[in-house]
């Protein structure tokens, strides 16, 4: 029987991070289930059965990553797809924006993508091969009012990709970004009708997006049908980057 193949996937018990984990197990990987909502984690968990193993802890600590790191290796030796996916938001105009906010967000959905990456590209590299997906955004590339933080973070995240893929090429580790639009998650639950309306105006579709809208993308990137495929920055948003 062949061996199964280990994902680990941040930010897991969100809209996107779950639907990915999903999709995963259902292309036959074993996921490891990264988050920060216990109940949610425990859910998911049960959901995935003996195909899903849960870690706990602050990704955006370098320290933190690498005791995850070193449980995941210990208990299965391998990892061969990472899904960048632990975010938040802390909008504000710039004027209001705390500093602490700021960084927060940088924190937490940039610096956690750089730690968990270097730490686990060394046992790609050993293994001879891996898959790295960085979760980005739309606001990475256009930027977006009151988010300057967020659009920072996932601007980086583009730039991270972009530079690990020449890096890491010659070890046959491919190295992708995804950049969601306006996707409908709990993140997304809480915007005004009107701001939604606004932004569905500039969707040539003219619809919101699915979480499993861009697991499905994640599933292509961890496929063999994917081989020939680094440094690139896939926009599922309806046509907004048009």
């Not at 990472?82 to 927060?104: C, H, Q, S, Y």
């Not at 961890?222 to 926009?235: C, F, K, M, N, W």
Request: net charge negative.
């Amino acid at each position: 029987m062949e061996k199964k193949k280990i994902a680990f996937v941040s930010g897991a018990t969100g809209g996107i991070g779950s639907a990915t984990a999903r999709k995963l197990e259902e292309l036959g990987y074993f996921v490891i289930l990264h988050g920060r909502n216990e109940e949610k984690l425990n859910q998911l968990k049960e959901e995935l059965g003996e195909n899903a193993y849960i870690v706990k802890g602050d990704l955006s600590q370098y320290e933190v990553c690498e005791s995850i790191v070193s449980q995941c290796l210990e208990h299965f030796g391998q990892v061969d797809l990472l899904v960048n996916n632990a975010g938040i938001t802390k909008d504000n105009l710039i004027l209001r924006m705390k500093p602490e906010d700021f960084v927060e967000v940088i924190e937490t959905n940039l610096n956690s993508a750089f730690y968990m990456s270097k730490l686990l590209c060394k046992p790609m590299i050993k293994a001879k091969g891996g898959r790295i997906v960085n979760i980005s955004s739309i606001s990475g590339i256009h930027g977006n009012f009151g988010q300057a933080n967020y659009s920072s973070a996932k601007a980086g995240m583009i730039g991270l990709t972009k530079t690990l893929a020449k890096e890491l090429a010659s070890k046959n580790i491919l190295v992708n970004a995804i950049a969601p639009g306006f996707i409908e998650t709990p993140m997304t639950e809480g915007l005004k009708e009107e701001t939604k309306e606004n932004i569905l105006s500039q969707i040539p579709l003219k619809s919101f997006g699915k979480p499993e809208d861009i697991a499905n993308v994640v599933g292509f990137l961890a496929s063999e049908d994917s081989r020939y495929i680094t440094g690139q920055v896939i926009s599922v948003d309806g046509g907004m980057n048009i």
